[in-house]
């Protein structure tokens, strides 16, 4: 039946398939499973040696990390005024892009976005991975990392206090820990069908046991399925608020300081549309990377990825509405300390960053009016990456800028990174990547029982499709 | 496999029935397979209508319109959630007040020891985390899993069930169940490789 | 004590450590090697890391020594105690000279180790306060880098073995002996050197500091035809006006002056306003008495003569009439002489007018003549003989006697050399050659606190004894004296002065306590058989005192100016020249004459102008350096004649055009690793005919640059027109003058521009028990820096040298915040003490995740260390910026030297926390205890002093119970000119300002 749509194009344009090209349930699971039933040692080269790099890098957060333990916050570039630079910059970094994750899984999985499918298991993934990277931060920024779980509510005997609620650190703590145990269920729920299937066509022994424990003893009863997807479609529900929840409360961090550039109610609406930004940026970069290396044309189509593109030029443009409603509010408000911490992200010592923060993200990302960009793998290839290094700016500019010159002009400074502040922040791109490579050829990257869902869907419509043709 | 009289029965386990001591007279039910969803589901309705109440189905993903073929009753799992999430929110809320109020009062930034406000952040993610575990531990639990075997695995086609199979199942403990007619009435509405499975 | 055990065990292997340590290749390295750009723990190479790692090679001798304490029995000040109470601290008296003058001071002890300096209140020119230096002196005592050994010709010797030469040594008539010392404020020590001459008759003793008065005793023997000591009544005085004087900085390392003049620098009641005194300052180098002018007048150091003349011209107290010098009456000089006159001649008797150290004699006599011209010569400042020993004629002092000596050295005719103390090899003038003449001397003896530069020209080194652990005495030059006690027995074994002359010329008491005291006992009359009680009972008494009571004031002397002679003097002074650039040297605020340069504390607290540690810089002004097209750390040759130095500039507006001035005492090329190679060394450049200010030098920039580690973000001007030494129109610190004052009363509330936040919270109420609080007067706070180095002192705060400071991690809990107002070219300066504020709702508390900065039921921000993990959210989110983190373990080496100068009732802080200010809770605590002692009474107001406002030498710092509407603290908050800095935040602050106030001369308001 898929000639007969072949042969129609007029179908395609009324009712463009968003699995095409004849797929059936089988071919799915083979071409998915397939991935990870390969022989190991048959994986492309290229595999391995992309994974050994990025396995290198991560070893140089390993080393960063112990140095920076062993010696002291000092190694890093942070001083008086400036007691957060880089490393608070990339926790809100990771966490961002952990953000789009869960919420391309949650709230398109709501909306019955079908489109959603192909993307929401590794977009899933994503997330957990950066949120791994970005909870280094919070933890080894610490003076005192061997006493970070002081941060818990833990009775601690050392000295018989509890942590202060007041904090939005403390928020943090509970927002972030919970965002990420909530990502891990949801993608955990998610994979369950599909590790029941890799075990059921499982080869070897040990594949047989390793997913024979994980999926369960899932069998695909109909019962099973019933209870699933109830349970599937609250995770969905609560997890939407939850990733809104989780970047407002991050903006609280700042937004409850006093430190002028910080201390502003715009903040929660604005780093949530951030996060979803970059959060989006990097899932475009990596499904094109995976879409290229490992042949998923059919599965990750240019219809997927050009909506991902009109989602980020609604986010980057909202992120440059904030930046400039930040701007005017500084100068209606005539608070002078406003103007000026305004004033100095624009024109001060660290110009450079805000104009490299204000190119990156709003003005490349107004390209995406043309569908010619939209639909162009290169053009969103860089743009995605120029999308990631503005965000990262853009946490950089909001917490250096506003510290480095704050109310007494006595106590001004100026932060210079040094090199553990970079190999740091490079260590955990490392981290990222190498859990990522792993997952792409361990675990099915892409939800096999939705897509077949869809496909089952398709013939339903084609077959009615074929009526009318007739 | 082997054969008594023209039925065709799964067996070889033996062993298996050994370890879990499964009475070797026991019957789990007939099974039968579709290659699409929608036939299943007309065939479940057809089943349903010969009076069968103890119908299931293995499917490769979420068959739409399955359970009201076979009659399986709406998921509890809201109820578990919605009321291990409000626990989630009590929790929340002692915590702080206990902590701040009643066992360590401390006066922070001439801030109240404790108040609404500032509780609303870990108030809300105590109740999505509780919620979070109830959805995904309450549904485990109401599927019985994990569970390291089940009969229906002795199907020779089990395996397809989470790839490209659609199962229809009539469990023995069905009153209406009977091994030869019960495999009749599958094959009739279109099953493939039906076959009695032992329990 | 534990130390007891390292002196019976370890002790001595930590001897052979030490040798072993000292002579590791890679220790040496380590001590030389350049900072790596990149962060680590041993980025900042010369500073208190190294410093400590060669601590900890010396602890061994720490535990040989720290808790012995003297044989002979020392007296607590606090009269009637006798049992010692372990743990304790306990006050003893003793008194610091430096530069011709005294200070008694009280050291407060610890289990016999001296830990804090404060000044003395019963010392006429202490009255409680003590200087930054002081404060640092304690510092001192534990510097391993100090001298321990005998050293002969280099190689390590024995006192015995030195003994044996001394004895060997024939001196004969002494026509190959001269003395070397300091200036010698010591009774006793004159005595001894009475004996010496007159055992060897032709020999001479020589009195050489780099830093003296000697111009100040000219100028009255110019005068008055007699030497006689000045004694400038700043409380007494209603104008005052400072020709080139520094007399509330470097030209008084007493604090009296700056306790007089602020005396008058206070308005908190309705008379005061009438009694506040107005201060015009000439001056090249911007100074503090400069930046607490109500007029600067910025000239080079060669022009003040001039100005001095036409001053006096314009009083009538010269013959002539004034030619207006400069170009027309709009010129500034002539406005401000004009307004001057006026304003001397209305203040009359109260009028005071002072030359600085650095000026010639001629214009110390023509300020005297100024003086008597307006008739407050007797009032404002009177003058007093000199002690009988000060005018000794054996007593040769001053750069000539020293110049004529070096001449004597180098031509041959002296064969013993014995110094006293002091580095000559490294202070004394360019042109004298002084090494070259020593290395001519055949028997050179050197005593000295350090193996330094003269130690090594010199064949003897005898290690001296810290003025803290030995016995001697001093004469103020008011003519009190006071006894030095020991508060430790020396630690390196060390010899005093007067124990090395009683030494060589054979004396019968031969240990210092035995000359001092048989000295004094003599001094006291005492006839009949209880003499000897009697005169014990005096001993004791002075002990305790700190002062010797026999000892009344030298009464004033009436004398008369000569005024031909000043007139004749002044026209003898050598005109200015206009080619090439002047350059001027002045003591450094930090290491002194050098002699302070391997001190931690003193190196890290930042000039009270420049805010430079750890390096001292040629200032220039803005005008010059856009002249010679110079910045910021640009390295330049500055040379004269066959003299010149590279160093590097630094932009000082409202310093004096086509000038440099360059702080002495840095560049020490042998001395321990904290000073070694800090900074530039202006000796070199500083010659006998070039002493304080030289003619004619050319600056020539070389191409190579230098980093300054200034504690205030520097030469940031042009950045937007934005810059962080203004206060960019923000009402931080605020001043009125006194018409706008009595104007506007509430002028300080009325500043705060943005309406204040509120609380949707209900504001805590302290109004139970004791609510503490602290009022700071900016009117007569000078921003002198004793705070900043009290606090470190008393809060075991850590040094973090200078690559850190670069960084911006310098750990001072009370810092002085500097801002200039005005043109770049001639601003003005207004200093701010700023520590924490405790605020009662504190933004750091709101953020801390785990609670470990709270408040106390007392209204403190407290802060638990063993809680914090270092989030740093705290220093984020202080509007002041007043918390400071621990970025590296800075106590990582800390050796038990290092230690012993702690306090006790202070913990020491990890790495990885943060730390600040806490009102001196240590004190609070102690002050509660002792009303507990006393039988659960209140706490007295007053009662309890902070470290700052107890040696803040203004009197600028108020602490108490604000719960008491009876208090001090009360009263100041209640003062129309309160202000609390960021109120609009509502956070509330305790710690708050009355505003500044100037009392410029309206004439020249315009």
Known sequence: MSVVVEQDPALLVVNPRLVPGGQDYHDVTNKISGIIEGEVFKTPMKYWITLSVTGGILVLLGAMLTYLVATGIGVWGNNRPIGWAWDITNFVFWIGIGHAGTLISAILFLFRQKWRTSINRSAEAMTLFAVACAGIFPLFHTGRPWRAYWLFPIWNSDLNLWQNFRSPLIWDVFAVSTYGTVSALFWFTGLIPDLATIRDRATTKVRQWVFGVLALGWRGSARHWRNYEAAYLILAGISTPLVLSVHTIVSFDFAVSVIPGWHTTIFPPYFVAGAIFSGFACVMTLLVIARWSLNLHDLITIKHLENMCKIMLVTGSIVGYAYGTEFFIAWYSGNGYERFTFLNRAFGPYYWAYWTMISCNVLIPQLFWFKRMRTSIPVMFVISITTNIGMWFERFVIIVTSLHRDFLPSSWGYFRPTWVDMCTFTGTIGLFLTLFLLFARFLPMIAMSEVKGVVADEKHKFKGQELVAR | MNTTQGITTSGDFAEIKERLGIGADKVYGVIGAFSEPDE??????????????????????????????????????????????????????????????????????????FDFTFSIPVTFELTVLFSAFAAVLGMLGLNGLPRLYHPSLRYSHSHRATDDRFLLVIEADDPKFDALQSVEHLKSVGAAAVEVVEG | MSLISIKSKTGPKYWRSLDHLADTPEFREWVHREF???????????????????????????????????????????????????????????????????????????????????????????????????????????????????????????FPKFEAAVKALSLADGSGLRFLSGLVMSPSLSALRAQALAKFPKAKWVEYEPVARDNETAGTTLAFGQPLYPHAQYDKAKVVVALD???????????????????????????????????????????????????????????????????????????????????????????????????????????????????????????????????????????????????????LSG?????????????????????????????????????????????????????????AAAKWHVPEAHYLESWGDTRARSGVAAIQQPMIDPLYGGRTAAEMVALLIDAKDKKAYDIVKNYWLNQWPGAGKDAAAVKEKTWRESLNAGVIASTKTVENIKASVDAKKVAAAVAAEPKPVAAGVEVGFYPSAAAWDGRFANNGWMQEAPDPITKLTWGNAAMISPATARAQNLTDGDIVTLSRGNVKLEAAVMIQPGHADNAASIALGYGRERCGPVGQDVGFNAYLIRTSDAYWFGQGFTIAPTGKTHKHATTQEHGTIGDQGVNAEHQNGRPVVREATLEEYKKHPKFAEEAQEVPALESIYPQVIYDKGYQWGMSIDLTSCTGCNACVVACQSENNIPVVGKDQVMR???????????????????????????????????????????????????????????????????????????????????????????GLVHNPDVSVRMRGVMEKCTYCVQRIEEARINAKVDGRRAIKDGEIKTACQQTCPADAIVFGNINDPASRVSALKKQERNYAMLAELDIRPRTTYLAKLRNPNPELQA
């Open chain 3, 808 to 898: 911006g991690r310098e750990m001072h809990w009370i810092r002085m915040d500097r801002y200039y107002t005005g043109a770049e070219d001639d601003p003005t300066i207004v200093e701010q003490p700023v520590p924490c504020m405790q605020c009662e709702n504190a933004p750091c508390e709101n953020v801390c995740p785990v609670a470990a900065t709270t408040h106390s039921p007392e209204g403190l921000n407290d802060m638990a260390y063993n809680r914090c993990v270092g989030t740093r959210y705290c220093l984020n989110n202080c509007p002041f910026k007043v918390r400071h983190f621990n970025f590296l373990n800075f106590h990582k080496h800390d050796p038990d030297v290092a």
């Open chain 3, 36 to 158: 790596p750009v990149s962060a680590s723990e041993m980025l900042d190479g010369k500073s208190r890391r190294t410093v400590l790692k060669l601590m900890a090679a010396s602890f061994g001798l720490a535990g040989l020594t720290a808790c012995r304490r003297p044989v002979e029995h020392i007296l607590p000040n606090v009269a009637g105690i006798e049992d010692y109470i372990p743990g304790a601290q306990y006050y003893y008296s003793t008194a610091m000279p430096l530069g011709g003058q005294v200070t008694g001071l009280l050291i407060e002890t610890h289990d016999g180790r001296p830990t804090k300096v404060e000044g003395n209140p019963g010392h006429p020119s202490s009255l409680g306060a003590a200087t930054a230096i002081q404060q640092a002196s304690v510092l001192g005592i534990y510097d391993p880098d100090r001298s321990s050994k005998v050293l002969e010709g280099g190689k390590e010797s024995s």
């Open chain 3, 399 to 455: 750069l000539e006697a020293f110049r004529a000596l070096a001449a004597e050295m180098s031509s041959g005719q002296v064969s013993t050399l014995v110094i006293l103390g002091g580095n000559p090899a490294y202070t004394s003038p360019a042109d004298l050659q002084f090494a070259v003449a020593l290395s001519k001397v055949t028997n050179s003896i050197h005593l000295g606190l350090e193996d330094d530069e003269t130690a």
């Open chain 2, 40 to 113: 299943l589901v007309k065939a479940g309705r057809k089943i349903k209508e010969m009076g069968y109440t103890k119908l299931d189905a293995m499917t490769p993903f979420a068959v739409h319109g399955i359970d009201d073929a076979l009659g399986i009753p709406y998921s509890k799992i809201g109820w578990i959630v919605i009321s291990i999430g409000l626990c989630g929110t009590a929790t929340a809320l002692l915590l702080i007040w206990w902590v701040g109020a009643i066992n360590y009062p401390l006066v922070i930034g001439g801030k109240p020891l």
């Open chain 3, 245 to 395: 004087s520094d007399f509330l900085g470097l030209d008084s390392t007493a604090p009296l002056p700056t306790k007089l003049f602020s005396k008058r620098r206070r308005v908190h009641a309705e008379e005061d306003v009438d009694k506040i005194n107005r201060l015009y300052a000439v001056e090249s180098q911007f100074s503090l008495t400069g930046a607490n002018a109500d007029h600067r007048l910025r000239l080079r150091g060669s022009e003040i003569p001039q100005f001095a003349a036409d001053l006096a011209t314009g009083l009538g107290a010269l013959p002539g009439t004034l030619v207006v010098v400069g170009n027309g009456s709009g010129d500034k000089r002539t406005k401000f002489l004009g307004a001057m006159i006026k304003d001397l001649k209305s203040a009359g008797t109260e009028a005071l007018v002072v030359a600085g150290a650095r000026q010639p004699a001629s214009v110390h006599a023509l300020a005297y003549l100024i003086n008597q011209s307006l008739g407050s010569l007797g009032t404002t400042i009177t003058f007093t003989k000199p002690p009988a020993e000060k005018v000794d004629p054996n007593a």
